[in-house]
């Protein structure tokens, strides 16, 4: 069946479970933000005010202090080998930390809010003060791929190809091919128009993630909207708290659980959809089948 024909059997009633709405994991936060999985479905997040990144683990839901001190830190994600990439808005680096939680500084002297890393440990990080995407490769060298908008929030297709960038001030989010060298091109308006709610002038786009059939869900002022992969509006799950709603991933042992972090706490609910991150290797198909 073709992508066009798959995308229109994709409501809502897909991945919702009747019953199972948000469910309150941690509270007590300034502003949460980057919820980030590892392997094994634990989820990362962030207080930035705080400066602390926290860690929901995927069996318990317990709640724990990985790092504290963390430049402000604002985005998350993993990487290759495991490592938890970070863009600090305090010290305008960008980090990584191995298991233990130690820090390794990968480029500094730039203005971050929010990144995205691909399959070879090269980051996409946004700036949208100067409204721009900056690319900085493994090595640690670092220049402007994209510009001319308010870039917030973004996502790789999981084939990697593609980068789609939320912006914070259009009702539509952008898409950029991916080339060999990091560059981006084209920067269309793919997914789109997105809901705008009364009272508001601006979508207010934040944080996406991807779920296995290609829904892309992204964080906004109407709650978590969500697209099939043909850019069509699918709709919108309500937000947990009436609060700004910063950033969401799919975590938790089995990857169907939806994360989200809204202002000063984090939620879950689970649905009948998985979101494995693109980062895991395939798995290898058994001998004989």
Request: net charge negative.
């Amino acid at each position: 069946m073709s992508t066009a024909a798959r995308a229109q059997d994709m409501p809502l009633s897909q991945v919702l479970l009747d019953g199972a709405g948000w469910q309150l994991v941690s509270e007590g936060h300034k502003f949460t933000e980057g919820p980030a999985p590892d392997a094994h479905g634990n989820v990362f997040f962030v207080d930035v005010p705080e400066s602390k990144i926290f860690r929901i683990d995927a069996e318990t839901a317990k709640v724990t202090i990985f790092v504290e001190g963390s430049g402000k830190a604002s985005g998350l994600m993993f990487g290759p080998e495991g490592r938890l990439y970070a863009c600090q808005s305090e010290t305008k680096q960008v980090v990584w930390y191995d298991t233990d939680g130690k820090e390794h500084v990968l480029a500094q002297e730039i203005p971050v809010n929010d990144l995205v890393v691909d399959r070879q440990g090269g980051v996409y990080v946004t700036d949208m003060g100067g409204k721009q995407v900056w690319y900085v490769s493994p090595q640690g060298e670092k220049r402007v791929v994209a510009s001319g908008f308010t870039p917030n929030g973004l996502i790789l297709w999981p084939d990697g190809g593609t980068l789609v960038v939320a912006d914070w001030d259009e009702p539509n989010l952008r898409t950029f091919r991916v080339e060999g060298d990091g560059s981006l091109k084209f920067g269309d308006k793919y997914y789109g128009p997105l809901q705008i709610p009364s009272g508001q002038s601006k979508p207010g786009s934040d944080g996406l993630t991807f779920d296995d059939n290609g829904r892309l869900y992204v964080c906004t002022h109407a709650g978590l909207q969500m697209f099939d992969p043909t850019g069509r509006l699918g709709g919108a799950i309500a937000k947990p708290q009436n609060k700004f709603l910063s950033n969401v991933a799919f975590g938790g042992k089995n990857f169907d659980t939806l994360y989200v972090t809204c202002s000063d706490k984090v939620y879950s609910r689970k649905t009948k959809v998985r979101g494995t991150p693109y980062i895991l290797p395939t798995p290898k198909a058994e001998s004989g089948k």
